[in-house]
């Protein structure tokens, strides 16, 4: 985990809609790994069961087709263009991402709740995926039985949970009961999910869950930070920064825009 928390943490790569360069995309990760930034990065399962990087579980928003990710192939994945990319960057297989990476820089992988069930599939894919892999990484996710899941299909490195507001208000703990979302909010599930980072919403940074673990000694990575004003309020509280939107240091990519300030981390 000392790689994957050295340096401020590219949100779904170095991506720049306006420059054509679409988030999760070959050209926002090559461009991270060129600046030197670690990536992070969403996964989750094909119809036909590759692991593949995409945020969304529909695709209307990045695509101009329609409907759930999850009811396609690989194959035809790929052939669907990223709206507004200016280089046709399509849905990238995980084991593309590698091969591309090839251990340049870290990765943070966010293994997504598979809707349909197949969270054991997903956990099972990316750990064979991952196998011959010898990049620094690490998985996280929001929902702590994947992170078990992911353990028992043969990880052996760090795992990391994802921490929000846990609100009743918020459409992915709606359905939970009150008991529920008081045991996600202080991370009661811990025995069972054995978590060996954090990954906290900015605006959760000071739960006490997580202020207790980070003075217990857990690494605490924030997300995500669109500006220096906001990553300065985050210091003290975190350990290092997910980003997007802005430049937290001086990239080494001279011909990258560069920030008005150097921020420590």
């Not at 052939?79 to 507004?84: D, E, M, Q």
């Not at 620094?136 to 921490?163: D, M, Q």
């Not at 979302?181 to 997580?210: E, T």
Request: with cysteine.
């Amino acid at each position: 985990m000392e790689e994957v928390f050295a340096n401020p943490i590219a949100h779904r790569g170095l991506h720049d809609r306006s420059k054509g360069v679409i988030e999760n995309s070959r050209s926002a990760f090559a461009r991270a790994a060129k600046a030197g930034y670690a990536i992070e990065c969403d996964l989750q399962l094909s119809g036909d069961g590759e692991a593949m990087v995409f945020h969304d579980y529909e695709l209307d928003r990045l695509t101009k087709q329609t409907g759930p990710f999850s009811r396609l192939s690989a194959g035809q994945l790929t052939r669907i263009r990223l709206t507004a990319s200016r280089k046709g960057d399509t849905p990238m297989r995980f084991a593309e991402l590698l091969e591309l990476i090839g251990g340049k820089v870290p990765l943070v992988v966010e293994l997504k709740h598979q809707k349909d069930g197949r969270n054991s599939e997903l956990a099972r894919t990316v750990v064979a995926t991952t196998k011959n892999y010898t990049g620094p990484f690490v998985f996280k996710s929001f929902n702590p039985r994947l992170l078990e899941l992911t353990r028992s299909a043969g990880h052996a490195g760090a795992l990391g949970i994802i921490v929000d507001l846990v609100l009743a208000s918020k459409e992915h703990y709606a359905s939970l009961s009150p008991v529920q979302r008081f045991g996600l909010r202080h991370l009661l599930h811990y025995p069972k999910s054995k978590f060996d980072f954090i990954s906290a919403n900015h605006k959760a940074l000071k739960q006490p869950a997580v202020r207790l673990l980070r003075r217990l000694g857990f690494p605490v990575m924030t997300w995500t930070i669109g500006s220096y004003e906001v990553e300065r309020t985050t210091r003290g509280f975190a350990d290092q920064i997910v980003f997007e939107n802005y430049l937290p240091f001086v990239a080494k990519n001279k011909n990258l825009p560069t920030p008005n300030r150097t921020a420590s981390r």
